[in-house]
C-alpha cells in the first residue's frame, strides 16, 4: 500500500521561510519522479515543482522559480519542497504526488498524499 505523507505546514508570516516533507512508503521511491502541487480555497489544484527519480532535473512553476527550491533523499524516501521568500498567495494545501513520468500535469500521476496547510499572513 503506497503512502505519502506530508509535514511542515503552519502560519508563517510574509517573507519568511518554510520547508515541507514528504514520506513514502510502500513504493520504490527511487523510481519514481515526484511532484508537489497546490491548492488554494476556490481554486483549482495548481503544480509547483516536480523532481526527476534521480534528483538530477528540477522543474517549477513560473509563480514560484527563484523562491521555491525542490529535492530529494532516496535513502530517506523522502522529498522536501523549500520555500523562501513566501507571499499571502502561496497560501494552499500542498500536495506531494507520485509518479513514474516527469511531469507537471496532476492527471499523470498515481499517488497522491492527502496534503498539509500552508498559510502566509501579510
Known amino acids: 500500500q503506497v503512502q505519502l505523507v506530508e509535514s511542515g505546514g503552519k502560519l508563517v508570516q510574509a517573507g519568511g521561510s518554510l520547508r515541507l516533507s514528504c514520506a513514502a512508503s510502500?513504493?520504490?521511491?527511487?523510481?519514481?519522479?515526484m511532484g508537489w502541487f497546490r491548492q488554494a480555497p476556490g481554486k483549482e489544484r495548481e503544480f509547483v515543482a516536480v523532481i526527476s527519480w534521480s534528483g538530477g532535473s528540477t522543474y517549477y512553476a513560473d509563480s514560484v522559480k527563484g523562491r521555491f527550491t525542490i529535492s530529494r533523499d532516496n535513502a530517506k524516501n523522502t522529498v522536501y519542497l523549500q520555500m523562501n521568500s513566501l507571499k499571502p498567495e502561496d497560501t494552499a494545501v500542498y500536495s506531494c504526488?507520485?509518479?513514474?513520468?516527469?511531469?507537471?500535469?496532476?492527471?499523470?500521476?498515481?499517488?497522491w498524499g492527502q496534503g498539509t496547510q500552508v498559510t502566509v499572513s501579510s
Open positions: 510502500g513504493l520504490t521511491f527511487s523510481r519514481y519522479a
Open positions: 504526488a507520485a509518479d513514474v513520468t516527469y511531469s507537471s500535469r496532476s492527471e499523470r500521476y498515481d499517488y
